[in-house]
């Protein structure tokens, strides 16, 4: 699959949930409830961890195996021709010269902040905006493990994906699909051959892969750019705004430098009242 230009992260939900088995409310009595009892809950919270662990190992295991099948069947789509590949640039002519139709299966995040002119959105996985407890604690989790540097949303698979494009276009229309670095649009364009989809292209390398003159672009920002967000994106420090940054010279560094600088600032101003805050009521008890 290296061969197609996939990148998979290595990093799955068992691995971001893993950040450590804490004990449970009770195992936090004080210890003059007796040695015996410390012991027994001790031991007994020990066991609930191991338990725990040997339960998200597998499920990783799981997580893995299944990740590595659906590689072989997204390779062999290729391989066998089910799935025609696109590198960015033919994509563009063929929507120019033939009328065919682009699909984006980004989320509306990475949407918002470009598209390729005249393209139909649908998403596989679009932004998870419930707000039920399991939801409320994944979106915190996500956020902790990550979220808040890197700006990922949390994503939730659209059941209703199928029917939205069989209402949009008939099983014999030609369409490219595309997501923002190729591997979403590639589960998009197994979930469409096996409803009968049979003239399927793939943007090699999804619309990060694509320069500007590849595809009429519409948005505030460039196609390389959509996919990032969070402090990364604020400071400047992602691979694609470095890759900007060679192109465009030292004015789009100072940019970045003096957000940078100004983050520091805000920290430094924060720390300091904090501290006179401190010094203020410490001084009303002492009064």
Known sequence: MEALGLQFSSINLAQRLRGGNYLSGSALMPIATG???FSHKFHSNCRSGTRMQVVEEEYEVKQMKDMAAARKRWEALVRDGKVKVLTP???GYAIQLSNKTLLDVRPSSERQKAWVKGSTWVPIFDVDDRLDPGTVSKKVTDFMMGGWWSGIPTL????????????????DTDLIVACQKGLRSLAACELLY??????????????EAAEEEDLERDGPQPFKLAGIGGLSEFLGWTDQQRAAAAKEGWGYRLVFSA??????LVADALFLGAQQVGRYLQDLRSH
């Open 89 to 91: 640039r033919e994509a």
């Open 194 to 207: 096996n409803a009968g989809y049979e003239n399927l292209f793939w943007i090699q390398g999804g619309l």
């Open 156 to 171: 939730s698979y659209d059941k209703q994906f199928l029917s939205k494009v069989e209402e949009k276009f008939p099983k």
């Open 35 to 37: 040695p015996s009892f």
């Open 259 to 264: 957000r940078l600088v100004g983050l520091f």
